[in-house]
């Protein structure tokens, strides 16, 4: 590798870095290389550790993340069945079954919701401790990966939040109904958005490749 053998020769990152830039290569893919070696003052370049990968990893992730996605579709349920509730027009004859149809599926939200949201906690609050012992385990691909994804996953709610909302003022049907039921898709997917985001970034601080 090209890399390795400039750091093996003493070519100091500074100038390895602006040979690439020459020879075409992106800055992200440069960085990349050279971050695959620790910046120590040695006679032989030093590997930082490879990115972590295991089965047991892979399905704590994953189970975080559904959890994740789980508790915020059924808060999110559950706010939206509260302001129908608020805001309902159901003529008075129906008003029971209404009643009964409204706490049926609170009582399932709830029932989610308390059973994946202490799931999702104790998960993360595992996954940090053991990262707190062996910062490497940051560096796992399926985190990365399911991150990412996340990422995304909120960002479409989002666009498609805002968008839905310049759709109905231009519409002139934005009611206070709608507004509310916006503000909650809007608060929950940007609470998702801004922690993991944050938690990309104290990566990068931290100085993880």
Wanted: positive net charge.
């Amino acid at each position: 590798m090209f890399v390795r053998e400039a750091l093996l020769r003493g070519g100091s990152r500074d100038q390895i870095r602006a040979v690439l830039i020459k020879a075409g290569w992106s800055a992200d893919r440069i960085n990349g290389a050279l971050a695959a070696y620790a910046d120590l003052d040695y006679p032989v370049p030093v590997p930082m550790p490879a990115p972590y990968l295991s089965a047991r990893d892979a399905f704590m992730y994953l189970l975080l993340f559904t959890t994740l996605y789980v508790s915020a579709f059924n808060l999110g349920d559950l706010i939206f069945k509260f302001i129908d509730h608020a805001f309902s027009t159901v003529p008075p004859a129906t008003v029971m079954h209404g009643e009964a149809a409204f706490l049926s599926g609170v009582r399932w939200s709830v029932a989610s919701l308390i059973i994946m949201l202490p799931v999702y906690l104790l998960i993360a609050w595992r996954l940090r401790r053991a990262i707190a012992r062996d910062p490497a385990r940051r560096a796992s691909k399926v985190r990365k990966w399911l991150t990412y994804l996340t990422l995304f996953i909120a960002s479409m709610a989002l666009i498609g939040d805002c968008t839905s909302l310049v759709a109905n003022f231009l519409g002139g049907e934005a009611t206070v109904r709608f507004l509310l039921k916006v503000a909650t898709i809007a608060v929950i997917a940007g609470a998702i958005f801004i922690y993991h985001v944050r938690d990309l970034r104290g990566e990068q601080v931290s100085g993880e490749p």
